[in-house]
């Protein structure tokens, strides 16, 4: 969102690097939080995959090309839908629910290929976190996948906004 709304005039450059740090520290938090929500299962549970799933996505099946447009996809929604849901007013009090309600039609549609990011952030500060965390028998983090979740929904979040807009003009 930060880049999209950067790439395309609505917020300042400048500003980015805080945004998108804030971001990575937050959703790093967040993952360290659910470490400790399940501090007594890490050593009872044997499968390493199960337990990087507990902090970042993975493809149903691994096809550089394909996980890559699945993100691109899904992103692109997103960004077009919150561009079209922030342009109007159908209900003030409703946006919240109307943005919940897309990233979850966004996850039940497209989401089983890849497990749907759609933002960076989500992906990679978990997945920084699985590699630091002391979990017993956790194996890898999966590095040769992480970028994908990463330029994916980069590229269809600008993408997305800027056919919102190009629309608009």
């Known amino acids: 969102m930060t880049l999209a709304l950067a790439a395309t005039g609505q917020f300042p450059w400048e500003n980015v690097g805080t945004y998108v740090s804030a971001q990575l520290l937050g959703a790093m938090l967040g993952a360290a939080l659910v470490w400790l929500?399940?501090?007594?299962?890490?050593?009872?549970?044997?499968?390493?995959?199960s337990k990087l799933a507990v902090f970042c996505t993975a493809p149903a099946?691994?096809?550089?090309?394909?996980?890559l447009i699945s993100e691109?996809?899904?992103?692109?929604?997103l960004l077009f839908g919150l561009s079209a849901?922030?342009?109007?007013?159908?209900?003030?009090?409703?946006n919240p629910?109307?943005?919940?309600?897309?990233v979850l039609s966004i996850g039940l549609s497209l989401g089983g290929t890849t497990g749907y990011a759609i933002n960076p952030a989500r992906d990679l500060g978990p997945r920084i976190?699985?590699?630091?965390l002391p979990i017993p028998g956790k194996g890898g983090s999966d590095w040769a996948y992480a970028?994908?979740?990463?330029?994916g929904p980069i590229l269809g979040g600008?993408?997305?906004?800027?056919?919102?807009?190009a629309l608009l003009s």
């Open 37 to 49: 929500q399940y501090l007594p299962h890490w050593a009872r549970t044997a499968d390493p995959a």
């Open 147 to 151: 970028w994908i979740p990463i330029v």
């Open 72 to 77: 691109f996809i899904g992103t692109f929604v």
């Open 85 to 94: 849901l922030g342009a109007n007013r159908f209900a003030e009090g409703l």
């Open 129 to 132: 976190a699985h590699a630091l």
């Open 97 to 102: 629910l109307a943005v919940g309600a897309l």
């Open 61 to 67: 099946v691994r096809h550089t090309t394909g996980n």
């Open 158 to 165: 600008i993408c997305g906004a800027m056919v919102y807009r």
